[in-house]
């Protein structure tokens, strides 16, 4: 498959500044080419081929919500050499949108109807425009969203997820054996470094249950008073932020969560020191499903792990060769669609894992769990995501030439 650029110096689309300032066009290629690709920095489209296009704004921003901080409507920004020779199916304009996740369809913006009519004003054909969406079910909502509206299918949809926390010099032996074997481990970590609903609910209850004392936690800076209410529990208010301001800020590893991100950083002293590794991921009442780096933080550390974040997160990760179903777990919580309901069942969990004796947890990990946790980093440093997504490309795009010679 041909992958088209304008230059071989810059982006595809680098006039936009919200484009150019994504990433370098050398690190674009050395995520997505592989042998099956060639490329070629022309504007003279002689063969069938994609042209990539990366963004990284959240979805309203780049679909044309122009009242958003750097809004902007990239189809209607595409040059016009580039619409024609998609309208001619001579290219596919791909649109890379892996760095930020979410929801197309919001309470104030509606990103599928923006992205159709622009479409239809540019006369594009149908599936000459393919979306790599973080949001791995952004295909089926668009779907839904056209059967609503009576509105015959478009747009060709893939999900895609970046290249997650890969090419760390890992230690040889998976941290939860090293804090295992420590005299007196920490149950868990959970590193909350930014503030979120579904965070503040989760450092409430973790101090509500009395399990920070053998815990690593960091978290509970907010800006705002008014951030502190409960969300996905039934609680008193004023007992909730009684709890929380008498227990947080704290912070096991950085000293400033405002100015310092330690997103693509793994800190291994916390994996090392804590068996159970908490992940509260970025999305959690969303109904799309999106991941970031802290689902595969302790995959790559290998850390068992429970995931807070939107329903059957953990069953999708199996799509990538992944076994997170740990023998004495209960994670059923992951596929309880109902958020109060899979906040409660996710901490009784976490809770029923606290209270375990230290040689219980031993023996899982030890036993139990080793061969599987070292089984999935070998996976986690195999697997190539960007590599992934263009397979998918390629499979998508093979069928649509073949349909429009």
């Not at 809004?71 to 209607?76: H, I, P, Q, V």
């Not at 689902?295 to 060769?321: D, H, V």
């Amino acid at each position: 498959m041909i992958f088209y650029f304008d230059s071989s110096k810059e982006v595809n689309l680098d006039h936009i500044h919200q484009i150019k300032e994504v990433r370098p066009l050398h690190k674009i290629l050395e995520r997505l080419v592989t042998r099956d690709v060639e490329v070629r920095y022309t504007k003279d489209y002689t063969d069938p081929g994609l042209y990539i296009v990366e963004v990284s704004k959240h979805t309203h921003q780049w679909t044309g919500h122009l009242d958003s901080y750097h809004g902007f409507n990239l189809l209607a920004e595409t040059p016009q050499y580039v619409v024609d020779a998609v309208k001619e199916k001579k290219i596919r304009l791909v649109i890379l949108s892996t760095v930020e996740g979410g929801n197309f369809e919001k309470d104030f913006w509606d990103g599928f109807t923006s992205l159709h009519d622009t479409m239809q004003s540019l006369g594009l054909p149908k599936y000459g425009l393919v979306i790599v969406s973080a949001n791995l079910k952004a295909g089926e909502q668009y779907l839904d969203w056209c059967k609503r509206n009576n509105i015959e299918p478009t747009i060709d949809w893939l999900g895609g997820i970046e290249n997650p926390l890969q090419g760390y010099r890992l230690p040889p032996t998976v941290c939860a054996i090293t804090a295992a074997h420590r005299q007196e481990p920490k149950d868990f970590s959970s590193l909350n470094r930014s503030p979120s609903l579904h965070r503040i609910d989760h450092l409430y209850t973790l101090a509500n249950l009395g399990l920070l004392n053998n815990a690593l936690v960091s978290g509970g800076q907010v800006s705002r008073e008014g951030e502190i209410v409960p969300t996905f529990i039934d609680c008193k208010e004023k007992h909730f932020k009684a709890v929380f301001n008498a227990n947080y800020p704290r912070s096991v590893d950085f000293t400033n969560l405002t100015e310092e991100n330690p997103a693509n950083c793994i800190n291994f002293k916390i994996h090392d020191n804590a068996i159970l590794s908490v992940v509260t991921e970025t999305w959690y009442e969303d109904p799309g499903l999106t991941f970031s780096e802290k689902a595969f933080r302790p995959i790559a550390t290998g850390n068992p792990q429970m995931i807070l974040g939107q329903p059957e997160i953990t069953k999708y990760l199996s799509r990538y060769g992944y076994n997170l179903d740990f023998k004495g777990l209960d994670l059923s919580f992951d596929n309880e669609f109902d958020h109060k309901k899979r906040f409660v069942a996710f901490h009784n969990t976490l809770r029923y894992w606290c209270n375990l004796p230290l040689e219980r947890k031993r023996h899982y990990v030890l036993n139990e769990w080793r061969d599987q946790l070292e089984e999935n980093r070998r996976i986690h440093e195999s697997n190539n995501f960007g590599k992934f997504i263009t397979d998918d490309l390629i499979e998508s795009s093979k069928k649509y030439f073949s349909m429009n010679p």
